[in-house]
């Protein structure tokens, strides 16, 4: 019997190339996954060596490097980084998924990270009994306050601003503190181990009290830009931020920088 040795070397080489098919993450495009940002201690921050650091960038970085994806960080003010993602100049942010983000990412189901937000108030706010036991929005607009906040942010707007609640919005989040000691509104909603080192770095820790209402769960999740080309690797990242919060890194680098917010 003879054999055609042309054909046996095609078929050797169609199986070969089947098995060795690439995973979304590896059909992606060689060029750097950018991930637009601005930052805020502890959860991202670039140090003066230009090395960064906080929650964010390390759970992030050991993600994408069990998927062999080389980041690209670039800094921007918040409300540009979502327009940069939105037309595709940048291909992710982190932040919370709202109904408005939906319209221009993509995200998966895993949270990599909850932050728990609380009510700020200056220092002999007359209603600051009433805010310890706020625990709604429904509640801010019942009792007449006043929120201070940030442009770009979408939970404000989703969650504050409609149902008629008074916003005042500075142009970055480190601008919103001395708002607040300026008793230029009542109360500002965030999560207090990112908020106090702000605070600080502002000056103004001894105008600003933490009262004991408490808002909202905030879910972090990573937002890729429809017109990514990373947009497949949704579903290995997803598993890869599972395997993280199973085998303990993601809780390991929280508990690394908490500890390191309250040394400061």
């Known amino acids: 019997m003879r054999f055609n040795c042309t054909y046996i070397l095609k078929i050797i080489f169609l199986l070969c190339a089947i098995h060795i098919l690439p995973t979304p993450a590896a059909q992606a495009e060689k060029a750097p996954f950018i991930i637009a940002h601005s930052e805020l201690w502890p959860l991202l921050r670039t140090e003066e060596n ?5 929650i964010f960038y390390e759970i992030i970085y050991e993600s994408m490097k069990r998927l062999n994806i080389k980041i690209k960080w670039e800094y921007y003010p918040w409300a540009r980084c979502q327009n940069h993602v939105e037309s595709g100049i940048a291909d992710a942010i982190l932040t919370v998924p709202t109904d408005e983000r939906a319209t221009y990412t993509e995200t998966h ?4 990270y909850h932050s728990y937000t609380q009510l700020f108030t200056y220092k002999g706010h007359p209603k600051k009994d009433v805010m310890d036991k706020i625990k709604t929005p429904q509640d801010i607009k019942d009792t007449g306050l006043t929120v201070i906040t940030y442009l770009g942010n979408g939970w404000n707007k989703d ?5 008629g609640i008074t916003t005042y919005e500075a142009s970055e989040p480190e601008n919103i503190w001395p708002m607040l000691a300026r008793q230029r509104g009542d109360i500002i909603i965030e999560w207090p181990l990112a908020a106090w080192p702000e605070i600080t770095n502002q000056n103004v820790s001894e105008k600003i009290i933490l009262t004991n209402g408490t808002i909202a769960s905030f879910p972090f999740h990573l937002l890729i830009s429809k017109k990514s080309k990373y947009l497949k690797i949704l579903p290995e990242f997803d598993q890869v931020i599972q395997n993280m919060l199973k085998d303990g890194t993601i809780k390991r680098i929280i508990k690394g920088y908490t500890q390191q917010v309250h040394k400061e």
Not at 109 to 112: D, G, S
Not at 159 to 163: D, K, T, W
């Open 50 to 54: 230009g090395t960064k650091s906080g």
């Open 109 to 112: 189901p895993t949270p990599f």
């Open 159 to 163: 969650n504050i601003q409609p149902l």
